[in-house]
């Protein structure tokens, strides 16, 4: 059973950078695509972006700036980076897996990060 | 990409059942067979309940189910039970530079 275990730092200052890693556990990701998800405190599930194990990266328009993604195929590990964070990112980050239907059917538990200064 | 629109709330008494609104454009959920649903109990990670409109994955209960009509997608919950309160979240794929586009969320509350 594939599960995705999720780490990072939770509490950033003003225009430091978001660093995520989100790791594989339990069976091989294949061509599956990685996705990051963010729920703000009180509001919905934003999207990201997504990437697999081949490197290919599709990332949300509205954060496509800021937002690196990456993958260590050896350690069956994806990554985030969101750059130049805001009080405007604090947000439950979540990777999930993506099957190929444009789904998300495995989630991570979450990361709680906070950007104050 | 604007969030897809869902109201912000539903609620049913036990046994009862509650259908959830999804609604997009032509470019997201009129557009493909690719709208998902999710169940999310604060605190905890969602819950994939309905995939490409009407499927469920293995596990989910058959009282979850999904369906669409033109630029809108709809989740019923059939029998409801205490532990079907939490939000649920639609979803759908966009196009190419958007793979998911969720809704606003809908908090379902059972009586």
């Known amino acids: 059973q594939v599960q995705l275990q999720q780490w990072g730092a939770g509490l950033l200052k003003p225009s430091e950078t978001l660093s995520l890693t989100c790791a594989v556990y339990?069976?091989?990701?294949?061509?599956?695509?990685c996705s990051w998800i963010r729920q703000p405190p009180g509001k919905g599930l934003e999207w990201i972006g997504e990437?697999?194990?081949?490197?290919?990266?599709n990332y949300n328009p509205s954060l496509k700036t800021r937002v690196t993604m990456s993958v260590d195929t050896s350690k069956n590990q994806f990554s985030l980076k969101l750059s130049s964070v805001t009080a405007a990112d604090t947000a439950i980050y979540y990777c999930?897996?993506?099957?190929?239907?444009?789904?998300?059917?495995?989630w991570g538990q979450g990361t709680m990060v906070t950007v104050s200064s | 990409q604007s969030a897809l629109t869902q109201p912000p709330s539903a609620s049913g008494s036990p046994g009862q059942s509650v259908t959830i609104s999804c609604t997009g454009t032509s470019s997201d959920v009129g557009g493909y067979k690719y709208v998902s649903w999710y169940q999310h109990h604060p605190g905890k990670a969602p819950k994939l309940m309905i995939f490409?409109?009407?499927k469920r994955p293995s596990g989910v209960p058959d009282r979850f189910s999904g369906s669409k009509s033109g630029n809108t997608a709809s989740l019923t919950v059939s029998g409801l039970q205490a532990e079907d309160e939490a939000d649920y979240y639609c979803s759908s794929h966009a196009g190419s530079n958007n793979a998911f586009v969720f809704g606003t969320g809908t908090k379902v509350t059972v009586l």
């Open positions: 490409e409109v009407n």
């Open positions: 339990g069976g091989s990701f294949s061509d599956r695509f």
């Open positions: 999930a897996r993506s099957p190929g239907v444009w789904a998300l059917d495995i």
């Open positions: 990437i697999n194990r081949s490197g290919y990266i």
